[in-house]
């Protein structure tokens, strides 16, 4: 059951998509060589308590709760990376997920960052990742289901060489971080039959394409969270909450408007 919302509901969703955004340029900024995952989390957090935003992601259950406000994933890691001591170093890719509740409503975002230095290819990763991002937000103002969407990412994202994340999908969103409907990243006939919906007014969705360099394999690493790639190499992510309106997609989790002040 999908909850459709009224324009004064996504303005209200914008301003929890305010600080997520705030959120990611403090995380943005620390990004560094030699800086740990923690360092981050704990800035992150303490911008989330200066704006009055509740953090979303800690405590969330598993056989252990979520420890952190982000999910920081270093390299082979794809998503739900526990921050902490590991520090990063020129040459990683780190993938930073993160989101926010502000009077009741969520926003979910992501986002991978280059590390100093990258590979050629690593760099072609994190274009390709948000480069389908990019292709999703703009064909859901122009395609009428999801699926139609779906499948245009998946070919995006094989044309250029790499493999699309089957294990974890985007999400509705609003009152709840996760909502109906599922958003995957890819169409199966089965999604196509089954879980289809319209591309319609007052939809919110966590869109959040996950791309691997090589196989689109992912294992559940000991620490009961981390997902990381079966092969070793490199995954990128990014995210955005992102509502239809009367006037086409609006990302809400992205940087101020004229007339739109920033978090601090
Ligand atoms: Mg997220
Ligand atoms: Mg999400």
Known sequence: MVNLRSQREIALMRRAGLVVWGAHQVAAAMVRPGITTGEIDAAVEAFFARNSAVPLFKGVPGKVPFPAVCCISVNDEVVHGIPGPRVLRSGDVVSIDTGCSVGGWCGDSARTHPV?????????????????????????GKRSRWSDVATEMATFVRDRGFS???NFVGHGIGRKMHEDPQVPNYCSPAFRRNYDFE??????IAVEPMVNMGTKKVRLMPDHWTQSTVDGLPSAHFEHTIAIT???PEVLTRGPDAGESAPV
């Open 116 to 140: 100093g230095e990258i590979s050629e290819d690593a760099r072609r990763l994190l274009e390709c990742t948000s480069g389908v991002l990019d292709l999703a937000i703009d064909l859901m």
């Open 199 to 204: 591309l319609e007014t007052g939809l919110v």
């Open 246 to 248: 009367e006037e086409g």
């Open 164 to 166: 699309v994340v089957e």
